[in-house]
């Protein structure tokens, strides 16, 4: 069934999936700095689907280097079968986003995760990678993992406080000159 408004996608996901629905719960709830806002999955065909890729190639080119960022080539990306998108939406406003896939059946890859410059600091970075890890958890992978640049202080600490540990640093990862964290979370099986 398509979905024809911003509403009945909301409602769309939560038949689909009781993890989508508790990801936005949470996000209200358990993230008390993030005042406003759902963390939302994107799905293609969407009503919103131009406007939200749109806001989010704006945002791709203000916060990553050309060389970095994924603007020329974010719907291929969305094509891909084992990827996925999530943004936080305000009042028909996109906030921020965050990419993930899952390339095997044993890991996961958080690859974007960006907040409009004048929204950081309000829990919407929190919110995405919760969901993003839960997303990834569902898929029943062993291990998310990610690369950050780790004079991205603000990124490195939210990654930490969500449980990911440096796995090992990364020379000339984005540049010759710029080195990255590569940055695991482990799921553990028995909860």
Known sequence: ?????HHQQRRYLSSLSPLVKITRDSAKSNLSKMEK??????????????????????LEKKTFPKHE?????????????????????????TMGYAMYSWPSSLSASITKLAVK????????GEALLRAAIDKCRSRKVQRVSLHVDPTRTAA?????????????????????????????LDFDDSV
């Open 1 to 5: 069934a398509a979905v024809t408004t």
């Open 37 to 58: 806002g759902v963390v939302m999955e994107l799905i293609r065909g969407s009503t919103n689907w131009a406007k939200v890729v749109e806001d989010i190639v704006k």
């Open 69 to 93: 960022s994924l603007a020329q080539t974010f719907d291929g990306e969305l094509r891909k079968r084992n990827a996925g998108l999530l943004y936080v939406d305000v009042d028909g406003e």
């Open 117 to 124: 410059e004048n929204c950081r600091r309000q829990g919407h």
């Open 156 to 184: 490195v600490n939210l990654y930490k406080k969500l449980g990911f540990q440096v796995d090992c640093l990364v020379k000339s990862y984005y540049s010759a000159d710029r080195d990255a964290y590569r940055m695991y």
